[in-house]
């Protein structure tokens, strides 16, 4: 079986990371996506409610699995028995920072490798950061992230 992780923080998961997920799950038996845990950066939404989201955004994609962790993406790949680590790259300038991240993830274990996939040119401008940006200036979000997103940041902003 084939295993792949796509790791990330996804704070908050975009239509742009389901896009490169859904390709993944094309090409893997399984994915795991897996949310680091990251105890100096404070996040948008904490990792408990990341991961309920993440879980109702892919509920209808079978072979996707949502969990966390802590520590390096490789010792977590090697942990789940995973062979691949997937990033995605939504323009070139996120390819340099990608490359330096992969090889620097190969010199820790030549075994597991890293696949780049792209996004759909209609997402390539969607990240996190700018749908946090959005929403914290009252930014209608709902085309650029999952519904079950979208609905929690709504009764979220009403409380």
Do not use: W
Request: aromatic share 10%.
């Amino acid at each position: 079986m084939k295993i792949a992780i796509y790791p990330g923080s996804f704070d908050p998961i975009t239509k742009g990371h389901l896009d490169i997920l859904k390709t993944g799950a094309e090409i893997f038996d399984k994915i795991i996506i897996a949310v680091a845990k990251n105890s100096e950066k404070k996040g948008f939404l904490t990792i408990d409610e990341r991961v309920k989201l993440i879980k109702e955004s892919v509920k209808d994609i079978e072979n996707v699995e949502v969990d966390s962790f802590d520590g390096l993406t490789i010792e977590y790949a090697k942990k789940m028995g995973a062979k691949v680590l997937i990033r995605g790259l939504r323009a070139v300038s996120d390819f340099e920072y990608e490359l330096q991240l992969s090889q620097a993830n190969s010199a820790l274990s030549s075994e597991i490798k890293t696949v780049f996939l792209t996004t759909k040119p209609k997402y390539n401008f969607i990240s996190s950061s700018t749908i946090k940006e959005i929403y914290l200036n009252n930014g209608d979000i709902s085309k650029f992230v999952p519904d079950a997103v979208f609905e929690y940041l709504e009764k979220r902003n009403l409380s």
